[in-house]
């Protein structure tokens, strides 16, 4: 059990447009979704905490116009990168809490190439 | 700001040697830990979780880890590390307040095993 999704697992797009990455949960329901940032070689940097049907909680030195998260229901949280430019190439990765746990699940994240 | 600090960034072993990762944390409170694993192409996965009790709690793949308190430390051990084990570590803290926290990671350790 447990089961985190995202789709699509790679996704290369041209500067200026924008990008929806889908986190799902399969087997549970999620209460909380984080949205993460990996670049090569190093750790991973939490961009924002989303709650089921409230606003989401952006770390500071995110911008939350530049990468809109919607968590619309207890299985999928979603993540656009709006006007996307090279230097948002990165490696997102999402993860999924259940209630009474404190443990994160992680999808297999979504390597987005701007060109 | 809470920190988490990784003391090895890139380990090179044969295999059957043993293996300590470090971990440290900085934080007064009361604090979640774990250690996550990522092997090449894959997820992040749960190696071990610490939340309260046993300071010496043993994870899955025959690893282990052991939290002191009085050093702020949370140290991953295996006896005799695989081939298999080549993978990057993180460790990784949440801050305990009674709710969903953020995870903070460590910048990772990359394990190499040669046969």
């Known amino acids: 059990g447990a089961v985190v999704s995202q789709h699509p697992s790679r996704v290369i797009c041209k500067s200026g447009t924008s990008v929806k990455i889908e986190c799902r949960s399969l087997?549970?329901?999620?209460?909380?979704m984080f949205w993460y940032r990996q670049f090569p070689k190093q750790s991973l940097m939490l961009m924002a905490t989303?709650?089921?049907?409230?606003?989401?909680?952006?770390e500071q030195g995110v911008e939350k116009d530049k990468f809109l998260i919607n968590h619309a229901s207890l299985t999928l949280s979603t993540l656009t990168v709006t006007s996307a430019h090279p230097e948002d190439s990165s490696f997102y990765i999402c993860?999924?809490?259940?209630?009474?746990?404190?443990?994160?699940?992680f999808g297999p994240g979504t390597r987005l190439t701007v060109t | 700001a809470q920190s988490v600090s990784q003391h090895n960034h890139h380990v090179i072993l044969s295999e059957a040697a043993s293996l300590e990762l470090g971990c440290n944390y900085s934080?007064?409170?009361?604090?979640?830990l774990f250690w996550y694993v990522q092997y090449p192409g894959q997820h992040l996965q749960l190696l071990l979780k610490?939340?309260?009790?046993?300071?010496l709690v043993k994870g899955i793949k025959g690893f282990e880890a052991e939290f002191i308190k009085s050093k702020f430390s949370f140290n991953l051990r295996k006896p005799s590390v695989q081939w298999s084990d080549t993978a990057e570590y993180f460790c990784a803290v949440t801050p305990f307040s009674g709710g969903y926290n953020k995870l903070i990671f460590g910048a990772g350790t990359r394990l190499a095993v040669h046969p």
């Open positions: 087997d549970f329901q999620a209460t909380t």
């Open positions: 993860s999924a809490g259940r209630d009474q746990s404190y443990e994160q699940y």
């Open positions: 989303s709650n089921e049907g409230s606003k989401a909680t952006y």
């Open positions: 934080y007064g409170g009361t604090v979640n």
């Open positions: 610490y939340f309260s009790g046993d300071p």
